[in-house]
């Protein structure tokens, strides 16, 4: 979960409690109690830059509601963290060792990404996502997308969702979802989190039509010309 300095404290709350909610969602539940074997294992990480990712919550198994709140409870007594830049890659890369040293056994892992903007810290984001897809990982994407500058005066990306399709997903089965904005989030998560657990793609995928794909380097392109902006503004 994306909890970079585009992000205020109160989206970032809102992002929190979206997944707090779809946890609690009877039909979420269900969705975990018809899969294969009728249980989840779920960690959740709030990251930022390169270096700024933290493991709010451990590893628990979610088989019904007593489980679900257990996980719930976790979450909402966790301090939120938060950091400075966007680095997606790292997210990835924090994530995917974990799959390794949970103690669990599964024929299927799920890196679940949100944000509201491109990757601008640390390796490329693709780079990341070759070497999760690689690994038979699925690395799916929530884009929330809006129209505020960030606080430090960066235009928001346009078409976000492309750049997650081009960009960011990976594996077996990978999509993206859209929030249209940080309201939305909670209905994003909980649709999300139903089609990942029963196995299943969107019924219509969000695209953009009648636009390239962006250059998966873009948040890096639009970070170091902000800084030029920023650098001649001074004389």
């Given at each position: 979960?994306?909890?970079?300095?585009?992000?205020?404290?109160?989206?970032?709350?809102?992002?929190?409690?979206?997944?707090?909610?779809?946890?609690?969602?009877?039909?979420?539940?269900?969705?975990?109690?018809?899969?294969?074997?009728?249980r989840i294992a779920?960690?959740?990480?709030?990251?930022?830059?390169?270096?700024?990712?933290?493991?709010?919550?451990?590893?628990?198994?979610?088989?019904?509601?007593?489980?679900?709140?257990?996980?719930?409870?976790?979450?909402?007594?966790?301090?939120?963290?938060?950091?400075?830049?966007?680095?997606?890659?790292?997210?990835?890369?924090?994530?995917?060792?974990?799959?390794?040293?949970?103690?669990?056994?599964?024929?299927?892992?799920v890196i679940d990404v949100s944000g509201d903007g491109p990757n601008n810290s640390g390796r490329l984001v693709d780079e990341a996502r070759d070497i999760a897809g690689f690994a038979g990982v699925t690395v799916n994407g929530l884009a929330i997308i809006n129209d505020r500058p960030n606080p430090f005066g960066i235009p928001q990306m346009k078409d976000l969702d492309i750049y997650f399709e081009h960009c960011v997903i990976a594996g077996p089965g990978a999509f993206v979802v859209v929030a249209e904005g940080f309201n939305d989030f909670g209905n994003a998560i909980r649709r999300k989190l139903i089609l990942e657990i029963a196995g299943r793609m969107p019924d219509n995928i969000h695209r953009a039509q009648g636009y390239e794909p962006p250059p998966c380097d873009i948040g890096e392109r639009m970070i170091q010309q902000f800084r030029g902006l920023r650098f001649f503004d001074t004389f």
């Open positions: 979960v994306d909890v970079s300095g585009s992000i205020d404290f109160e989206e970032a709350r809102l992002q929190r409690q979206g997944y707090m909610a779809a946890f609690l969602d009877p039909v979420v539940l269900g969705a975990i109690a018809s899969g294969p074997i009728g779920v960690t959740y990480i709030e990251w930022a830059g390169a270096f700024s990712r933290t493991h709010t919550v451990d590893w628990m198994i979610v088989n019904g509601p007593t489980n679900a709140e257990r996980f719930v409870a976790a979450l909402e007594d966790a301090s939120l963290h938060r950091g400075r830049y966007t680095s997606i890659s790292g997210a990835i890369e924090f994530a995917l060792p974990m799959f390794e040293q949970n103690g669990f056994e599964s024929d299927r892992q």
